[in-house]
């Protein structure tokens, strides 16, 4: 379906953190990675300033764990589904078939 390796994203997912991922820096917006052992428990992985810092921080605020492992959720009982859909295609294909020949026949 993709090249996105869903289950290592989902472990990714799983080992990172709850906290806020965002800080206002006063200068602009910081993602940080929360952990105990920084000078001030949080670790910088990006910066956003400009005029583009507040759609980018919306963003990594909204791209959290909790939602990715939401969204793979939904994607994989989607995947369910349309794997019993093509199932019940199938059948009803064979069914349909079969009706089609009785009908022949009679």
Request: hydrophobic share 45%; net charge negative.
């Amino acid at each position: 379906m993709s090249n996105i390796d869903k289950r290592a994203l989902r472990e990714a997912a799983e080992r990172a953190t709850e906290s806020d991922w965002i800080v206002d820096a006063h200068e602009g917006w910081h993602a940080v990675i929360p952990v105990a052992d920084a000078v001030n428990g949080n670790y910088i992985i990006a910066e956003f300033q400009g005029p583009e810092s507040k759609r980018n921080r919306d963003f990594v605020a909204a791209a959290n764990p909790a939602i990715v492992l939401a969204l793979l959720d939904e994607l994989e009982a989607a995947d369910a589904l349309n794997k019993h859909l093509e199932l019940a295609i199938r059948r009803a294909e064979g069914c349909s078939e079969a009706l089609r020949r009785k009908l022949e026949a009679a």
